[in-house]
């Protein structure tokens, strides 16, 4: 039996380049800050779950619709969609009215895997507020201190894993929060986004640390980091309403799940390596991600010279994430006046939205639905766990 | 193992649509072997698509980019760099990302070092300000070769990948993406470009629209865009359709009258880990920017088979019909006295 308690509230979502967005997030606690994604729910396969919503806001009702979960129910009942007195659909599932309303809902967790949590009311514009979060659920025998039970769907479905890291994606059209923000209209066949989003943040702040004080609204970071050989869980989930083909650099992913389905039939695998992944809206998608390098080291050089620093490009941005040395843990030469934020000469490999304008903030290349995956020589046991 | 050497121009250039409007690029120029001192003749020669760069399984490529410079441009000092798309176990230093290592300033050289593993079909673009760079045309074709086709046993005979069932006669490139003449028009006049207003109006084949898509190939009135997108076949040959969609949009694109067994996504053949066949029938192939994906047919009934965008507003040129995403198949019957494909074929 677990029990997940959520408050609706407001507050300005931060952007790179200086916007502050006004949304609607789930907190995890009354006096916690709504947040987005909604906080990481991580319950146990067969698990009971509770989940008691209190909506703080004065807008609108809201509710919670649970992708992938069967037989949801609320006190009165199974969940069934809401309407206004007219007759007009306002919710799927059953809502908590506005000023303080609650709602409670009911299931049990029957399947492993990733799942999306979103509103089931007014969706259109509770979700693109940033109404949205995902729900993992760990298989019966899951055990992270025995290795073979440190898996996604179970012992014996191939999806052993080292590190997690859970990726969200999605839009923003800042027209559409300032109209919520104001109670005035908007026309969702108008919606155009500036900002794409993933774990809430967009470029470069998804490669920083989680739970920062000047994000207080955007706690997840969404910096991939790993050592070579490791295998990586990277659960990706498409709040949006577009779908996005997601191109991790430096190596292909095994897809082994979608929807929180383990790609198999019986005993016929049917998982797949891919290098652009298209997560479509709604859609999860469960990678495991490996990348073992090409034996490069200071011993067994790269078969061809770098060029003198004068003679590159480095920096560009005024930044740069190279150790400034072509192998794993060596840190070498950068120019001067450009600010280096690699370190120990980790590899990065950046993980984008190959449609390039979703790589921008508001037109502005770097941004947006971006970030790194790090692969360090060395790395604490703690970092990509999931609590 | 042999190497490959090669040398890529960075530069601008224009292309031309069948409408007869040109539009500001940039692009990649082959002056493998061409003398230090006339490397800059290539300036604003920019080709859409970028030259085909081909490779052995197991070949060492040293593959040269040398930043031109953009005539038309002046004022723009941009770096280049030449990302691998989907190269497997890839360093930073070549992998083109400028954030993660380094680019490639103006009238610099950088030599990137690949020794591909793994066969199949993959693209290549600059990495630098990738928005702006892959839209202006940044964008080329690559195939690595697999190390079936050197046994004895098999001398003389194409195959996709390391199975004698990927076995093909003809190969052919349907490589995806649009032109935001706006966009294009906005960087050559220099002004700035909000990319979230990105709405493209041409809609190319191999770096061409409809009905240019079905010309030659170096046509002398298509100086800068060498690659032709008609398919041709005799009946009854094996036909590999590598798709790659390097565009920002996601296409659906059809042959109607031809099925195609499609048998490898991302340059991975659809295999499971214990050798499950995962290879699949589509009479519509749906591709995302970044994906590649290659598809058989064996040449049907002689006849021309028109292949197009299913996302019918993109057969079109700046909004006129017909045009953009078409391109035809053109399958003929066997000449007389030919001898059947392969033994033991039966028309």
Redesign the interface.
Known sequence: MRTINLWVKDGYLSTPDGNSIYFWGFAASPDAPAQVPGPHLVVNQGEDVTVNLVNQTGAEPVSIFFNGQRGVRTEAGPVRPQYDAQGRLVSFVDHAEPGGGTISYSFRAERPGTYLYESGTNPHKQILMGLYGVLVVRPLDFDRSVPGLKTAYGAGS?TEFDREYVLVTGEIDPVLNAAAERGQPYRISKF???YWTLNGRCAPDTMLGDSLPHLPHQPYGAMVMAQPGERVLIRLAGAGID?H?L?P????SRVVAIDGSLLRNGV?????????V?LGAGQTCDLIFR????G?TPANP???P??NRR????G??G????SGS?Y?GVKGDIPVGVVSFNEMGE????LHA????K??N?????GGLMT?IAIYPSLPPEAGSLS | MAQVRKRLGATDGKIRMPDGSEHYIFGFVDITGVPDDRIFDFRGKAQLLSPLIEAYQGDEVFLTLTNLGMPGRPDLDDGHTIHWHGFPNQIPVWDGVPEASMSVPVARDLTYYYRPLDPGTYMYHCHFEPVEHIQMGMVGPLIVRPELEKRPQYARRRFAYNYAWTEFDREFLVFLTELDSTAHRMVEEAQPYDWTEYRPDYFLINGRAYPDTVRREHESELPFQPYSARINAYRGERVLLRFVNLGFQQHSVQVPGISLTVIARDAQVLRGTAGEDLIFERDTVYIAPGETLDALFTAPVPGTYPLYCRNLHRITNAGAPMGGMITEVVVRPRPLGCPPVREGENE
Request: proline letters at 10%; hydrophobic letters at 35%; a negative charge.
């Open positions: 191939g155009r986004p500036r779908n083909p191109h650099h430096g190596n292909y016929g695998d049917r998982s797949y390596h891919k290098f652009t298209l990348w073992t390098g090409l490069y790269v078969p061809v770098l060029p003679n590159m490009g480095v560009d941005l930044f740069t994430m190279w072509p794993l590899y990065n490999f950046m190959h449609e390039e304008q790589i921008t508001w037109g502005e290349f770097p790194m």
